[in-house]
């Protein structure tokens, strides 16, 4: 049988509610508020992001999937990389002076709007995990 894509409706509203009750927990533990959330959604509008933050549930489009993957890889690769829960979900605010943040922190880079901001840092993460 077929491995179903995420393009496919059924499967995106299959991973729907799973993916949004991870990113949520994600985002507290990083101390985001809702614009924050938003913007790393990728804006959909306020009334959709609220009724998927209250219901967790919806299906969501393909892009959004998408950005809650590389939130969860993001995630993910930090716990691998630091020992400490509190320290790696830290990193994300703390100012870094690598190539990709410029000084400033991976969540000012992934607050940029483009799903590639979110690549970036991924993309830096799975290199200091020797995964590139």
């Known amino acids: 049988m077929a491995q179903p894509r995420i393009s496919d409706a059924p499967a995106r ?10 990113f949520f927990n994600i985002t507290a533990r990083w ?6 959330e938003r913007v790393l959604l990728g804006s959909p509008g306020r009334s959709t992001f609220y009724r998927w933050k209250r219901d967790l549930s919806g299906q969501l489009p393909h892009d959004v999937l998408e950005r809650i993957s590389y939130v969860l890889g993001i995630y993910k690769a930090l716990h ?3 020992g ?3 320290q790696a979900d830290d990193w994300v605010g703390r100012a870094n002076a ?14 940029g709007g483009q799903v590639a901001d979110l690549f970036v840092v991924r993309q830096y993460l ?4 020797g995964w590139s």
């Open 13 to 22: 509203r299959d991973l729907s509610a799973p993916a949004l009750r991870a």
């Open 31 to 36: 101390g985001l508020g809702n614009e924050q």
């Open 80 to 82: 691998l990389i630091f």
């Open 84 to 86: 400490n829960d509190r």
């Open 98 to 111: 690598a190539p990709p943040f410029g000084g400033g922190s991976a969540l000012e880079r992934m607050l």
């Open 126 to 129: 799975d290199a200091q995990r």
